[in-house]
């Protein structure tokens, strides 16, 4: 029932809770996320995310191309003392509706970190 569109290619993602990240369990999503704007025009209940410092990384493919690029954050994150913070937010930059070229599709993955208070 909203009044204007707000889903748009760029704005919509899908997430990956912390838990499955620490198991490295990057098959399954668990939410699917708008990101909105303060010129947005959205009535109904929405969530806050407060400002993180994050880890990542624009792949040439889409969403069931993404586990390899999952794996390569971690191992970032694993050299260089650092631990999820929160889900993860994946979104497809440029996909089917601006080219047909499957080589120009864009996914990013942004993953929220802290330093590990603990060294492993």
């Known amino acids: 029932n909203q009044r204007e569109t707000i889903v748009y290619l760029g704005n919509v993602g899908l997430g990956i809770s912390k838990e499955r990240l620490i198991q490295k369990e990057f098959e399954q999503y668990d939410s699917v996320f708008i990101v909105l704007?303060?010129?947005?025009?959205?009535?109904?209940?929405s969530m806050t995310i407060p400002c993180m410092h994050t880890i990542s990384i624009t792949f040439h493919?889409?969403?069931?191309?993404?586990?390899?690029?999952?794996?390569?954050?971690?191992?970032?994150?694993?050299?260089?003392?650092?631990?999820?913070?929160?889900?993860?937010?994946?979104?497809?930059?440029?996909?089917?509706?601006?080219?047909?070229?499957?080589?120009?599709?864009?996914?990013?993955?942004?993953?929220?970190?802290?330093?590990?208070?603990?060294?492993?």
Request: no cysteine.
């Open 37 to 45: 704007y303060p010129e947005d025009d959205y009535d109904a209940p």
């Open 61 to 120: 493919g889409h969403h069931n191309s993404s586990k390899p690029y999952y794996e390569m954050l971690l191992q970032y994150m694993q050299q260089n003392n650092y631990e999820p913070t929160f889900f993860s937010r994946e979104i497809t930059l440029i996909d089917e509706g601006l080219t047909k070229d499957k080589s120009q599709h864009l996914t990013q993955i942004e993953i929220p970190v802290t330093e590990r208070t603990h060294k492993q």
